[in-house]
């Protein structure tokens, strides 16, 4: 079992993903430099928070054209399992892996707190150590977590069960407190908390572990 | 007098004026070169002269601070001063402020601040592992305060949320002496993860001097010079001396600063922040005893036409110069430009010492760097004999002055209501609005985050390579701290007492002071009170750190903090020796929280015991108290006790080591009457708190408000009752200790005095004033710029 953790010169969480994984879990990473290619031997990507190519633009708008993210996209649509967290969901969301977009939070600032989460696992295969309607706490971290998608589409999203993670206290604004998406197929996952900060008890608790070692077992 | 100097090719005065500099700077400068100086060299003395780069004003008083000691690497002169951790570790640390560029544009002035800490920091070879801030800004019910303190905060956030270090600790004061010249001072930490310390002197006659980072542009033209003169409302059109942020571009500057550092190729290397390529090279060449030549035509540039003085005093920001072993300079660059960062051979290291600029292939300047650098110029200023009139006035205040406190308050208010107006004062209020903008949780190591104790924990786990991947049991902690009130009323008692809430604050988590950075906030030192209140001030910082012992490592002098008001009048900002200081935590698994931990642990406060007689070294003078109920900012702040400081601080220390203590939390702003409403706030426990009668039934707020005296309010469970109480009957009177009461499961602080009720407050109560207090005057502001 091998994590690749995708490296942009903007990414600053891409190690705390490798503390996660392998000091607190003993998964074993390897990291995807952006201009890299090669995926081989890889059994899941995480794609982790940071501000990508310095996100001017829009979050994750530059970060699409990167070279590892073609790699990605076709990891994906064969099924291989990608989480992107915060900055990875905005990347997630630009590249067309999933639904909807990221904006500025509703009160415009940055917010940095621990959330309170409902989930709703379905068919997510990231979480299905987790039992339906479990209540979670995962620290937030970002400044365009606002989750928004065509009116007409959140009905769809809603019944395939694709809005597998909630806010009970919505933080930012997202439309249906929605605070992460699986895609239909399970196994892209985009959230804007960060479960790799909730895997050590000594700094954040332990409620992430479960997400991470999904692919353990 | 007419100068004999000789005469320059453009106009003198209008020149003079523009660098700062005086007709003595100038007839110095052309002694020292023989010769008139041309335009860009006169420009790079103006920058190379100013109080931000030579500490013109305060330099004599810098030399009496202690700065040595057995866990002293770096001192004072250098990029940032080094602490050994033991274990093979070893932390940079530095302050430093950014005060006009936040007055004039707050976003970016604040975020530039944040970016140049940082490069003094990875520019030793340390990645950073955290930032603090200490910020001051007027009353909030002006909403230019509201505007500055929304752009402050999201530049902080901006820059340091983006370049990946955590934000883990800060204080935030108000006062309206602060309205127009809000304070930001920023603090770095880093961890070394090179063998050597990279150091800024040149070395190697003819090995090439390699400029990377950024391109250079003509932002931030003399911010030096602007940094060290007073702001006024024609200070807007000043916003050019601005610099703009690109923390992105700084993030690839650590990791690839870092990478080229680890080969060894770098033999010295020096960050451009103030008066930009002036002084690396003058300070590289000086430092170095060696000479710089340096070619304008090869420096990359964001714009065309620039001239050498433009060049010469960009502060554009994320560059910095390094000395190469020749021949490596290729596979360096590399490494840069993998990051998408600039990297040329811009020069090379000469025998003579000398700074030599070329343009167009000619000579732009060239002027010894020791001229320069070395012997700069001291403004030298007569110290008052005995203190200004004002403040002697301000010392014939006294407590009896106030009127009668019995137990049913004072004033027509209930001591209830009083705890509850100092909990609503935004310098004592929550500061959650500030500190929930910035990352304080990445690099995945912030143990105590802003708000759960006394002092932000951060663990000492290197974020790559040996031990990268293994918990660490040892964190270092980090505190900023300065009652900028009590310096304002007595400097020297406040830079003491600086030095001591910042121990005590580490004390309290239970981390061992090792060394202190400095950021001395103060008026002009050209008016008699100014300079006094500058030499009393490092005066008390000396005398503190040496008791204490917590060496200064070195910081930052920022003077001329004034405005000139629409009418003329010069409003001067309070003194403020901003004092940061690190602490080594030895076993993460004993820390301690200010929170109260469980219903029936009993309280007991440390320090100056209360209400037995009249004690000068607790007061109410100088205290929150007295300026947010009596509105006045009055009376002599009492001396601190340094040997009970020693006293207390060692105790707690050692009792936290030994697991004894449940929570800690020192007594600052609002006296025991706060201390214990946070303990309640933070847990959501309550306390029933039975306090001595005190000797003088009608001055009952010395109880409950009264500041100094060393004190910290501690918990201590039944299961440690015995062991504690061993501790209190070994130290006897060293240790002075009284029991106040027990942490109660019933959610409501209540204190009496005797069989007097004094106060009882819901926590509910306690937490929703003091949440509240910050965001609601923050409401009516204007939204952040960026």
């Known amino acids: ?124 295969r990231w979480l299905k150590g987790y039992s339906n309607g479990e209540l979670l706490r995962f620290p937030i971290a970002h400044g365009e977590g606002r989750y928004q998608i065509e009116a007409d589409q959140l009905p769809v999203l809603e019944a395939n069960g694709q809005v597998v993670l909630r806010y009970r206290h919505n933080p930012n604004g997202s439309v249906a407190d929605v605070a992460g998406i699986c895609n239909p197929a399970g196994n892209v996952l985009g959230l804007m908390p960060h479960p790799e900060r909730a895997c050590d008890p000594a700094t954040g608790g332990i409620d992430g572990q479960r997400l991470l070692a999904a692919l353990l077992g | 007098m007419p100068s004999s100097a000789p005469q320059p090719d453009y106009p003198l005065d209008a020149a003079l004026k523009k660098e700062n500099l005086s007709r003595a700077d100038y007839d110095e400068i052309c002694r020292r070169l023989g010769r008139a100086p041309n335009r860009a060299e006169l420009g790079m003395f103006g920058v190379m002269w100013s109080e931000h780069c030579c500490y013109r004003n305060s330099r004599p008083l810098l030399a009496g601070f202690p700065t040595s000691g057995p866990r002293i690497l770096v001192g004072p002169g250098e990029n940032a001063g080094v602490v050994d951790l033991g274990e093979g570790q070893r932390l940079a640390f530095k302050i430093e402020s950014h005060n006009h560029p936040s007055a004039v544009e707050p976003f970016q002035g604040a975020a530039t601040g944040v970016g140049g800490i940082l490069r003094d920091i990875f520019t030793m ?73 990279v150091c800024s002197g040149a070395e190697g006659v003819g090995y090439p001097v390699v400029y990377v980072g950024s391109t250079t542009g003509r932002d931030g033209m003399g911010g030096a010079s602007f940094a060290s003169a007073e702001l006024t409302e024609a200070s807007l059109d000043d916003r050019p001396a601005v610099q703009v942020g690109d923390p992105f571009l700084e993030k690839g500057l650590i990791e690839a600063c870092l990478e080229a550092f680890q080969t060894g190729d770098v033999v010295a290397a020096q960050d451009m922040g103030a008066a930009g390529l002036t002084c690396s090279c003058s300070e590289m060449a000086a430092k170095g005893g060696l000479g710089i030549e340096l070619d304008l035509d090869r420096v990359p540039a964001r714009e065309q036409g620039m001239t050498a003085y433009e060049f010469l005093l960009s502060e554009s920001q994320e560059r910095m110069l390094f000395v190469v072993r ?111 903008q910035y990352d304080h949780q990445v690099q995945a ?60 604050n580490l004390s309290c988590v239970g981390a061992e002071p090792l060394a202190i950075t400095d950021n001395l906030n103060f008026p002009s030192p050209e008016t008699p009170t100014g300079y006094w209140q500058l030499a009393m001030a490092c005066r008390g910082l000396s005398v503190a750190c040496t008791a204490l012992g917590t060496p200064v490592t070195g910081g930052n002098v920022s003077l001329y903090n004034e405005t000139r008001l629409p009418d003329g009048a010069m409003q001067p900002i309070h003194p403020t020796p901003v004092v940061g200081m690190v602490g080594l935590v030895h076993d993460l698994g004993r820390l301690c929280g200010l929170a109260w931990r469980e219903p029936g642990d ?153 069989d007097q009720e004094l106060l009882q407050v819901p926590v509910s109560r306690l937490v929703s004033v003091f949440e509240q207090a910050i965001p609601r005057r923050m409401a009516s502001g204007i939204p952040p710029t960026a």
């Open chain 2, 326 to 436: 020749p021949g490596r300079e290729d596979a360096l660059m590399a490494r840069f430009s993998r990051w998408g960062l600039q990297a040329a051979v811009v020069g090379r290291v000469l025998q003579e010492n000398v700074v030599r600029v070329l343009q167009h292939g000619q000579v732009a300047a060239e002027v010894p760097a020791s001229a320069l650098a070395d012997d700069t110029p001291i403004n030298h200023h007569e110290l008052l004999a005995e203190p200004p009139a004002a403040i002697q006035a301000h010392w014939r205040w006294s407590e009896s002055d106030l009127p009668t406190a019995g137990a049913a308050g004072i004033n027509g208010l209930s001591w209830s209501e009083v705890l509850l107006a100092l909990l609503d004062d935004p310098t004592i209020a929550s500061k959650r609005w500030v500190y929930r």
């Open chain 2, 602 to 754: 009993a309280i007991w406060l440390l320090g100056v015991p209360l209400a037995e007689a009249r004690d000068p070294r607790v007061s109410l003078a100088a205290t929150s108290y007295l300026e947010r109920l009596h509105g006045q900012v009055t009376g002599r702040p009492p001396l601190t006790d340094l040997d009970l400081e020693t006293a207390v601080q060692a105790a707690v220390r050692s009792a936290i080591a030994g697991g004894l203590l449940a929570s800690a939390h020192d007594l600052s702003d609002g006296g025991l009457g706060v201390a214990a409403a946070e303990c309640c706030i933070a847990s959501g426990l309550g306390a029933s708190l039975d306090l001595p009668s005190p000797a003088d039934a009608h001055r009952l707020d010395r109880l409950l408000f009264a500041e100094g005296g060393a004190r910290i309010l501690v918990s201590v469970s039944a299961a440690q009752a015995g062991a504690w109480q061993q501790v209190l009957d070994a130290a006897a009177a060293a240790l002075p200790a009284q029991r106040l009461g027990v942490v109660s499961a019933d959610p409501t602080l209540a204190i009496r005095a005797g």
């Open chain 1, 1 to 124: 079992m091998t994590l690749g953790i995708v490296v942009f010169p903007g990414s600053n969480c891409d190690r705390d993903v490798q503390w996660a994984a392998e000091g607190c879990l003993g998964i074993s990473s390897r990291f995807l430099w952006h201009e890299d290619r090669d995926l081989s031997g890889l059994d899941a990507v995480v794609i982790p928070g940071g501000f990508s190519y310095g996100d001017y633009l829009r979050c994750g708008a530059i970060a699409r054209f990167a070279p590892v993210l073609q790699e990605v996209v076709r990891f994906a649509e064969a099924g291989g399992p990608v989480l992107g967290i915060c900055n990875g969901f905005q990347v997630l969301t630009e590249l067309g892996l999933l639904p909807g977009a990221l904006t500025r939070n509703e009160h415009l600032h940055f917010v940095c707190e621990t959330s309170e989460l409902t989930v709703q696992p379905g068919s997510c």
């Open chain 2, 125 to 197: 070879g340390a990645r950073p592992i955290a930032l603090l801030n200490a910020l001051r800004f007027g009353p909030l019910d002006d909403p230019r305060n509201v505007g500055l303190m929304e752009g402050v905060v999201a530049g902080i956030a901006h820059y340091g949320n983006c370049v990946g270090v955590p934000t883990v600790g800060g204080e935030v004061a108000f006062d309206p002496s602060y309205s127009g010249n809000p304070l930001v001072n920023a603090m770095a930490l880093g961890l070394m993860e090179t063998d050597q310390i």
């Open chain 2, 445 to 504: 190591n912030t143990v105590v985050p802003p708000g759960g104790a006394d002092a932000a924990v951060v663990r000492l786990r290197p974020q790559q390579g040996e031990g990268s991947l293994s918990a660490a049991k040892r964190g270092v902690a980090a505190v900023v701290d300065c009652p900028n009130r009590w310096v304002a009323l007595d400097p020297e008692r406040g830079g003491m007492a600086a030095v001591a809430e910042a121990a005590r």
